[in-house]
């Protein structure tokens, strides 16, 4: 079993600075991407940003000289830095793991499936 554990949200005024932090737990065999996604209210989830295992990053346009995303693959931890944050930011946002293959010898190995975080919230505002 797998699970991303999210922290860093909050409550900070436009203009300012947040970092998000996901770990994923469990006995991870291999794991293609990590991102981020956001859903505001009233609104579907999106793709904020994304990581593949070889580094390759993926980002919203609307996020684009703003947002950074890193990984570290021997961690399997994915942080995103949120710089000059607007209120159009705001949101509930969702760590997402993509392709995932866990297990042991032991117990065998299962996959490849998606995993997501259970969202923390990011608001901007004055």
């Known amino acids: 079993q797998v699970q991303l554990v999210e922290s860093g949200g909050g409550l900070v005024q436009p203009g300012e600075s947040l970092r998000l932090s996901c770990a994923a737990v469990g006995h991870i065999s291999t794991m293609y991407a990590m991102g981020w996604y956001r859903q505001a209210p009233g609104g579907q989830r999106e793709l904020v940003a994304t990581?593949?295992?070889?580094?390759?990053?993926n980002y919203d346009d609307s996020v684009k000289g703003r947002f950074t995303i890193s990984r570290d693959n021997a961690k399997n931890t994915v942080d995103l830095q949120m710089n000059s944050l607007k209120p159009e930011d705001t949101a509930v946002y969702y760590c997402n793991a993509d392709s995932v293959i866990s297990g042991t010898d032991d117990s065998g190995y299962v996959g490849p499936y998606d995993y997501w975080g259970q969202g923390t919230q990011v608001t901007v505002s004055s």
């Open positions: 990581v593949t295992s070889s580094s390759v990053t």
